[in-house]
């Protein structure tokens, strides 16, 4: 339910995009400053995140779905662009908290051997909140409002988790200390830390950007409307499903190293090929770029949860949110300087030499599939 609502949640910004710049007045670069300024909220999500270290991980989690859904509300009563912002940061700050937590939780409840299998049910779930949000923007396009309201069930959700959600029993086994960060910058962990935020940093300067701009490319550079806007996105969404599992079942009879290079490689190439400028590059981009992204989620995600210790696993998880964050803003700010001068497409092509170096440092990162997690 929180992967599933988290998703529902972020997704709106993205459909909605156009509709939005267009209430507000907003040009390419105010929209750049804008995804800065939420994205923002990443960084009070790590200190957030390091009491479910401390504290234990299912009613931090509750409450996190609790704080983006009444987040949900105000955004459909925001005023202006900049209030907006303000609000949405607040929602990706209680985001950030819920994804690492439920990522954690998954990892350490999970057998070894299917672990990765595990994490691809989250993104199945996360999948499944996105191709909600849309299927409904078409109906409300351009009423933007609307789909934030209907974000708030997620209060219910949380209510649920609350009442329902056990424990970790692998976290309430271990010596919890007072600063988890501090167990991440020891060695080995500290080394850990350093590549896998490299690579989240370097690959949010072209994801980041991407992800959040590609509907308002596809409206203003190749005049798609709302509803095929909206289809390629459904197809995308459809061959993703599979993609989730097949990459998770891989990750756990291959192993994680690899394979996460390898598919993390091949999704920057295609989503920088999809701002080429080309309708049908566009339709081929989408749909590769996402059928390999969700490859790579269950691979990545069970990968960075046994690559660091149950006391600060949930730490570790909101500190790659907090450098991929640092890498996004990096990329907005680059693709809002650049796009007056060669274009919004070539902009975001150059992006994704990025995110080929990021690819290329998980494999200086060790393989862990089938150890046993660290404590």
């Known amino acids: 339910m929180a992967a599933f609502f988290v998703s529902f949640d972020g997704y709106v910004m993205v459909l909605a995009l156009p509709a939005i710049a267009a209430d507000f007045h907003a040009s390419v670069p105010a929209i750049a400053d804008l995804g800065s300024i939420f994205a923002l909220g990443a960084v009070a999500g790590l200190p957030i995140a390091m009491l479910a270290d401390q504290r234990g991980r299912s009613r931090l989690l509750a409450v996190a779905v609790a704080g983006f859904s009444l987040a949900n509300v105000a955004s459909a009563a925001a005023p202006g662009l900049w209030w907006l912002a303000a609000i949405r940061a607040g929602a990706v700050t209680f985001e950030t908290v819920a994804a690492s937590i439920a990522t954690a939780l998954v990892v350490e409840e999970v ?13 199945v779930a996360a999948g499944s909140g996105v191709g909600l949000t849309t ?4 109906l409300l396009a351009p009423h933007w409002r609307w789909l934030y309201l209907l974000g708030s069930p997620g209060l219910v959700a949380a209510l649920a988790l609350a009442r329902w959600l056990p424990e970790s029993r692998a976290w309430a086994e271990v010596r919890h200390e007072r600063l988890p960060i501090a167990v991440l910058l020891r060695p080995p962990w500290r ?6 935020a490299g690579s989240a940093a370097l690959g949010a300067i072209l994801y980041e950007p991407a992800g959040l701009l590609v509907a308002l490319f596809g409206s203003r550079q190749l005049g798609l409307g709302p509803a095929v806007i909206s289809a390629v996105v459904v197809v995308s969404g459809l061959a993703s499903v599979p993609a989730f599992l097949v990459g998770g079942r891989l990750s756990d009879r291959w192993g994680r190293r690899r394979l996460a290079a390898s598919l993390t490689l091949a999704t920057a190439v295609f989503a920088a090929g999809t701002f080429a400028g080309i309708t049908t590059l ?13 490859a790579s989620v269950p691979v990545i995600g069970a990968w960075s949860g046994e690559l660091f210790p149950t006391r600060a696993r949930a730490t570790s998880e909101a500190a790659a949110a907090l450098a991929a964050t640092a890498g996004g803003v990096a990329g907005l700010q680059l693709v ?13 092509v150059l992006a994704g030499a990025a995110a080929v170096v990021g690819a290329a440092l998980l494999l200086l990162l060790p393989e862990t599939a089938g150890e046993p997690l660290p404590p």
């Open 135 to 138: 299927v409904l923007y078409p």
């Open 336 to 348: 809002g300087l650049l796009q007056p001068r060669i274009g919004l497409g070539a902009s975001l």
């Open 191 to 196: 080394g850990r830390l350093l590549l896998l």
């Open 111 to 123: 057998e070894a051997r299917w672990r990765g299998l595990a994490v691809a049910g989250l993104a």
């Open 282 to 294: 566009d339709w081929i981009g989408n749909v590769v770029w996402s059928l390999l992204a969700s």
